[in-house]
């Protein structure tokens, strides 16, 4: 039997989220229009959670982060998260040491869905 380390496998998924990053980097920066209509809000009226996303995440890309937060925080948030994240494995991928914040299982239940609602709730008030 091999012994092996098990944080320490290769994280290609990491070279994906990096991939993605950049091709959405110069999307933006391209000026190509992308992002699809709301489904939600031309059948209902009313904006959804991620309504305002594309736009933050295109303002994000050039680094305007009031604008982003303004279109839509949650977005912008997850987009901050996740690089915090990617940056976090990376380090654990060379071999830093990796600190993380423990959360107890009822506040890891509740937070998503009370930021979700908030959100959602600031989108419909703002008219984004």
Request: charged letters at 10%.
């Amino acid at each position: 039997m091999i012994p092996t380390e098990p944080n320490r496998h290769p994280r290609y998924w990491l070279w994906f989220y990096c991939l993605i990053v950049l091709v959405a980097v110069v999307l933006v920066r391209s000026g190509i229009p992308f992002g699809p209509p709301c489904i939600f809000r031309s059948v209902t009226g009313w904006p959804c959670c991620f309504c305002g996303g594309t736009r933050a995440l295109r303002a994000l890309a050039v680094f305007d982060l009031g604008t982003a937060l303004s279109f839509n925080p949650l977005t912008t948030c997850l987009a901050l998260g996740t690089g915090v994240i990617l940056l976090s494995e990376l380090c654990r991928w060379v071999g830093w040491r990796q600190a993380w914040l423990q959360l107890p299982m009822r506040l890891k239940f509740f937070l998503p869905w009370v930021v979700f609602f908030a959100n959602w709730f600031y989108v419909i008030q703002h008219g984004v």
